[in-house]
């Protein structure tokens, strides 16, 4: 077993081995020949890779006497670094837990301290113009001098799988792979502007080069994009690429501006004209030297002149304090495990290391920028509530600044998600690039870079999760469509998930058979070849906006975490030959291969951030950690209640005042006010209609909603209304289905997603308890994902029977913290409710259930077969402000006296309630029947007001006896002090038969007479 110790002593002595490098080489020169890479880049990714791994030290030190809850490290994956220094800061990013690397990286790029270069597809303008597949079939020449060549099994997609790294000599110093002949020309000829090919030690070209090249013939700028190609967001390779006309439904994919979304980050920053890389408008040439990246005023990420760095001998910016404020002493009682014990440099600082070895920029600036990711790691595992991103709720890499998009411990559950945002980002650019950038007017956009690609990292046995299929499946699927989807999924391959080995080959093929999902690979033992073959795929994704899978070969040192005896499941040998694969060892190698440093000043790298890290660990230690209730649930859910009622009353005005004519329009010249009274389903068909009026972020998606409009005709014309950008069929999986939404709220939309039966949204439940529940709570609220879920459910549906249609069981939902479930009984209520959660969401980034009972969709009568009692008015917008329905606050329907019995009830409960009532008023009984309309949060409020009026509560539940709705009810009343009679009548502990067999386990109307007379009896 790889114990701390024994990693950190393989590294002092590999390093102390290594020799002296045969003569110095100019850092700012590549690293080898064709490398992107300089020396000065591949240093800093190297201090990346090792203050992660001092952090995973820290991590087993910090645990080793109870202070440290979280051992789940990095070392091993430190490739990640990588991967990050290829893409670009404004990338959202869902991140495997062994992202150390990956995160420090990406916090120098933020801060504009990763030194500038050819370094990334993303620090390179030839990516963004450049093409490696002129001919727009996606096919790189076999065989081609940019070294890529399809494999001997690749499969039948329409996508060739791109092979193992081998980087020529300038294959990626203009960016990947545009620097081969292929590049950039599309009639093949050789990039003018490219570096020479071949020679060692080659200066990187600038980045301006190929952005400045001659634009192809038939193009209208330096972008190369065709003619009319802007318009039409076309893409700047000059392939068209502009997905399907705007088709009929399946596929459709969403459009609709943006709204609610969530990083916290500026979507309306600063003017500035720039290259539109994706549009093609010409602009021009991005500043040459190094370059760091900001959102444009067009929401693309655009270059910028980087800060010319200070000049060497500048103050360390390092956050640590001086040494006099250490807390000194040793750290307190070893931990149980002797294998965890510390290794981080203790005692006084070592000699301060070599601030330049390679006499370059100071790299003080990347220095602190990993001394301030590494005190975010560690306030993280010590769960300080300073901790920038959960604020000591739990241990995630996160950070709304940096676009890490915090991913939870459940793996592979946020690849949906990252779906979802890839698939809304590219709709909300092309909406953008429709014509709505530039009208000052318009809504707000998505706070991410229109030309931003989604990156989602995961582990080698996370391929096999239902999620991860999913998410492949899926982005597959839209592809094959024709829409596009800018995704990277990264699977980091140790082999391992736990103790379980993945099957030798399994993990390459199975992503290599992913319909629809280019692959590519890497080995991470080779910092040079990961950041080419990233840059590469990256830049595949961002210029194609289709999705790709980095297959990068990692290994696990440290065991998973650390409780892991993996010496119970793997041989000495197997350990060792993870060690050797060391790839913090394999960049140090490489670094003194290139005459960028010797051992000794790497190794003295090593401990001076060891070293910090430490007075790091031991700064976090003490700060402060949630001590209170309110405390830990403020983010959960946060609830305006004022706003969100004048959300609706701003609607209602819009709606009655300038958008009268507009709305008069969209309905048809009538609208649902003047239809007379309406079914429970035209009723929310109606409000779904007034949402996307209001809303122009909403969009409605799911099984069968956009073409037929619904199974029960709930969501029907609304493609028709407002076109398939905005009413789409989805594909035939739930859990894809919510992770669009989770994407798209993410983006800055107000998803709607229906899920088709209440039945089957337990197969994909985990996408809203795991996910859009926890998304604030882990975030402190930088991140959100605004939904309502529409889910038809609920028994009672007369001649279509059996559990499936009929499922009536909440109990999933009702208990996942923060998430609001509402219930519509009556049509004259769907309207308010819709419009409470569709203002929630928008202003407090709400997540919301829409649970729709399905047996009262169509029911016209009350009482007598043709009354028409359950019709409802929808109400005109005047009067939507006093008709609006706080969340949690119930309806109440008094029946006779109202002073005998009080009815709790909800849902088809409503219905029958009433129905019981008006016979018990004929006996002279009194009910008052309280519909909850919301079983999540319960209206406790009206609940012990409307008990106490009567003393006697009968509890109507159509779910079941255990788990059921009544449940919480009882235990409100209890915890309320209520000291009333109370009782319960509610379904059997079964599935729903088929047919008549259904009566005998729902609640029916003479139970709730007979219940009634009961109470009143004792
Ligand atoms: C859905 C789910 N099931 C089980 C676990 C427990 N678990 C945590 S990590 C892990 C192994 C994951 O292996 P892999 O995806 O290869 O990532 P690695 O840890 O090797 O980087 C398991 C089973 C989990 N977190 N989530």
Known sequence: MTTPQDLDDRFRETLGALPEPERRRDPGRPVRPGAALTGHQLLALFDAQVTSRQLDLAARWLRSFDEGFYTIGSAGHEANAAVAAALRPTDPALLHYRSGAFYCLRAAQAADAFPGGDAGEGGDLAAMTGDPDPDGDDHPPAGG?????????????????????????????????????????????????????????????????????????????????????????????????????????????????????????????????RADALDGVAVPPPPAGPVAYRV??????????????????????????????????????????????????????????????????????????????????????????????????????GRADLAVVPTTSTIASHLPRAVGLGLAVERLRRMDTAGRRDDPDGPPRSPWPRDAIVVCSFGDASVNHASATAAFNTAGWYDHTGLRIPVLFVCEDNGLGISVRSPEGWVERTLRARPGVRYFTADGTDPVAVHAVTAEAA?????????????????????????????????????????????VLATARLLVEAGVATGEELLARYDERGWQVRRTAEEVLDEPKLSAVAEVVAPLSPRRPSRVAAAVAQAAQRAAG???????????????????????????????????????????????????????GVTKGLRERFGAARVFDTLLDETSVLGLG?????????????????????????????????????????????????????????????????????????????LVVAVPARPDDAGPLLRTCLAAAVVDGTVSVFLEPIALYHTRDLYEPGDGEWLGAYAEPSAWAAGHAPIGRARVYGVGSAEDVTIVTFGNGVRMSLRAASTLADEGIGCRVVDLRWLAPLPVADLIREASATGRVLVVDETRRSGGVGEGILAALVDAGYVGAARRVAAVDSFVPLGPAARQVLVSEDAITQGARTLLAR
């Open 539 to 583: 830049g595949w994704v961002r210029r194609h906006r289709r999705p790709a899978v980095l297959h990068l070969r990692t290994v696990r040192l440290l065991g998973h975490a650390g409780a892991d005896a993996e010496q119970a499941y793997r041989s000495t040998a197997e350990i060792a030959a993870d060690e050797a694969r060391d790839p």
């Open 658 to 712: 300038p958008d009268a004519a507009g709305r008069a329009e969209a309905f048809g010249g009538k609208p649902p006010e003047l239809a007379g009274p309406l079914t429970l389903a035209q009723s929310i068909n109606a409000a779904l209609a007034d949402g996307m009026l209001s809303h122009p972020q909403l969009a409605v998606f799911g099984e069968d909603v956009a073409a037929k409009g619904g199974v029960y």
């Open 145 to 273: 001098p940019d070294g890529i060549r399809p494999p001997e099994d690749a499969p039948d997609d329409g996508h060739p799988a791109v092979d193992d790294v081998p980087v020529p000599a300038g294959a990626q110093q203009t960016g990947p792979p545009a620097a081969g002949p292929d590049a950039g020309s599309p009639a093949g000829a050789p990039d003018a502007a490219g570096p020479p090919t071949g020679a060692p030690d080659a200066p990187a070209a600038p980045h301006v080069t190929a952005a400045t090249a001659d634009p192809s013939p038939g193009t209208s700028d330096a972008t190369g994009l065709p003619d009319g190609a802007a318009a039409a967001g076309g893409l700047p390779d000059g392939t068209v690429d502009a997905g399907p006309p705007e088709p009929s439904d399946i596929g459709a994919g969403w459009g609709g501006e943006t709204g609610p979304g969530s990083p916290v980050h500026d979507p309306h920053p600063a003017p500035v004209r």
């Open 742 to 818: 989770l994407g798209a709220g993410l983006a800055g939309m107000l998803p709607v997603p229906e899920i088709q039966y209440l039945a089957y949204l337990h197969n994909a439940e985990d996408q809203l308890r795991g996910e859009a529940a926890t998304l604030q709570f882990f975030s402190q609220g930088a991140f959100r994902n605004p939904m309502v879920v529409r889910v038809p459910g609920l028994a009672y549906q007369e001649g279509f029977g059996g559990h499936f249609h009929n499922d009536n069981s909440v109990a999933v939902l009702r208990d996942v913290p923060g």
């Open 296 to 397: 444009g005023s067009d929401g693309t990420a655009e270059p910028v002149p980087r800060h010319q760095p200070s000049a060497p001998g500048t103050v360390s910016g390092q956050t640590v304090t001086s040494a006099d404020s250490a807390v000194g002493g040793e750290p307190g009682p070893a931990g149980d495990q002797a294998d965890t014990g510390p290794v981080v440099p203790a005692g006084p600082r070592p000699e301060p290391a070599v601030a330049d070895p390679v006499g370059g920029p100071d790299p003080d600036g990347w220095q602190q920028a990993y001394a301030e990711a590494a005190r975010d790691v560690l306030r993280g595992m010590v769960a300080s509530t300073l901790d920038p991103i959960a604020g000591g709720r739990h241990k995630v890499f």
